[in-house]
């Protein structure tokens, strides 16, 4: 039996071994990429964001039991990525080992990623082990992303239905959401909300959903096949598990309404073209890179250092070559 | 008079402009930089980067002024960069508004970067930007970044000195310097040293510097002209001042180790060939894009939809043709 074989037949150790495989990006991850791309297509996604403090992990956990007790058959995986900033490095560790409890269930996967590697590597990866765990029956598949930069929005993006957490006494929330969050959210989650201040976080938070649905409403007459789905706003104390049953079917509903409005077939087109794009961007650099004779490049560096080029004037010269 | 002469001449605004134009990496933008470059290369960059809540802003404002005080004639610029993530975004409103003290005093030019844009766009337009400063005359150059992810860190590298601030009572310090900091830090300091903690911390960090420079010297032998900079650590109360001086003094010690050392030009080399490649891989990849027929891109896709080619089998496909 080939290894890919056993792992989609279940055998979670040739599985751990062959996203290391896939994560490291080495031929035998490529074809097992390959290989395990054409099972899959069928898995929900799922991505949890938002600032340190929050609870995303608390509620992660709250969802991934609950689900499985909805559930009982279904395999649940895990993806947390964790961007290795040397800053945050240190305080994850405390996530990190709740996480592991989840790992004690026999139907739950979790995989830790990280890579301090090149620009777009972290989001080319969390995909490609996304899509293995999808070709191998992992339903619903929850991305946790630390959540502090645009890297992990965009990873976050990824994911078919996007829940952005917040909790109150974090700071200046509502300025805090000031830009981007419109975009990214599907569900918002009020954590913590027997806290003082949630009901106002709450509030402000419903209060600029419904400008901006406003706005965008001006902007464009939704279509009657694809109605507009607006973010509710949703209140959880994840360390208790009150309103996180709520939650889940407040997504449900959101994977209902992506199938029923062209949308689920939208986003996976959306993040295929993304991933496609990626692929190509650093195939073609390599090539490049294959055919520029070392003795041109050093020459143009050289040029540039005496500041006779400059940078842009350098690649043009290179370019024409 | 051309804009590029007013520029050169010291017309604010004029640059003002044209950092837009730089940033927006337009036409005008293009030739600007072409022909400021040439006037570049002279100026010390300074990075400073640390865990929020840490005091950066209120330091650097201390540093400028010390600055200010001691080369009267100097003019000097900060670049602040916030990589605008919808979750800090808010956050910084404080530290932008301290900011605009500084640029009250005509000596220094305060310039604040944003980007919701590509992956790898903040450092370029960062290094863009911090290149045309330094060709009008501005020396040092502080580069402030907010220091949560990988990006930011990246772009405190580009710096000729790095400052690493850190300050008690943010959480797990020890941990959170595990990975990475050694590799970035020129000078590391411990922030608000008044308070509790600020001499284990520093202690910690010091134990954990001995540990990487001995390693670093069994890794390889220095060689005789030039010898390793062990970072130190300072100690700073930035809100009265308390050892900014010493801190400038260190800085100043550092410029003088990268250029007796070589380590200037070194620094120099590895920051332009970056930025060519940067440029170079943009350039390659829309070159590609151009001579791409849509007809060919729109099937890959269709047929990676349809499960039947892997992204990378498409992409491989592709440059086939």
């Not at 990006?25 to 964001?49: E, F, N, S, V």
Request: net charge negative; proline share 4%.
């Amino acid at each position: 039996m080939t290894s890919i074989q056993s792992i989609l037949q279940g055998d979670q150790r040739a599985l751990a071994r062959m996203l290391t495989e896939i994560e490291n990006d080495t031929p035998t991850g490529r074809q097992g990429l390959d290989a395990l791309y054409l099972h899959a297509g069928k898995a929900h996604t799922i991505g949890i964001t938002g600032p340190s403090g929050c609870g995303k992990s608390t509620l992660l956990n709250a969802l991934v039991r609950q689900m499985r007790a909805i559930h009982a058959g279904g395999q649940i995986a895990v993806i947390a990525v964790d961007p290795t900033s040397p800053f945050t490095g240190g305080a994850l560790l405390g996530d990190r080992v709740r996480m592991r409890d989840l790992a004690l269930d026999e139907g739950v996967f979790v995989r830790s990623m990280a890579t301090r590697g090149a620009l777009g590597g972290l989001a080319r990866s969390t995909q490609a082990v996304c899509m293995a765990l999808d070709a191998v029956g992992y339903d619903p598949i929850l991305i946790e992303t630390v959540g502090a930069g645009q890297d992990e929005v965009e990873i976050a993006r990824l994911a078919h239905t996007t829940l952005v957490v917040e909790a109150p006494g974090l700071g200046d929330e509502v300025q805090a959401f000031k830009a981007g969050i419109l975009e990214i959210a599907d569900v918002l989650v009020v954590n913590k909300s027997d806290q003082p201040g949630a009901e106002q976080l709450k509030q402000a938070l419903d209060a600029m959903l419904e400008m901006g649905y406003a706005l965008q409403m001006n902007e464009a007459q939704p279509k009657p096949n694809s109605p507009v789905w607006v973010p509710p706003v949703l209140s959880t104390i994840a360390l208790d598990g009150k309103g996180v049953l709520e939650l889940i079917g407040v997504i449900d509903e959101h994977k209902m309404w992506l199938k029923q409005s062209g949308e689920w077939e939208r986003r996976e087109r959306v993040r295929l073209m993304a991933w496609i794009e990626n692929i190509f961007r650093e195939a073609v650099w390599q090539r490049w890179q294959g055919e520029q004779s070392a003795y041109d490049m050093e020459q143009a560096i050289e040029q540039v250092m005496k500041r006779k080029l400059s940078p842009y004037q350098a690649v043009e010269r290179l370019l024409k070559k």
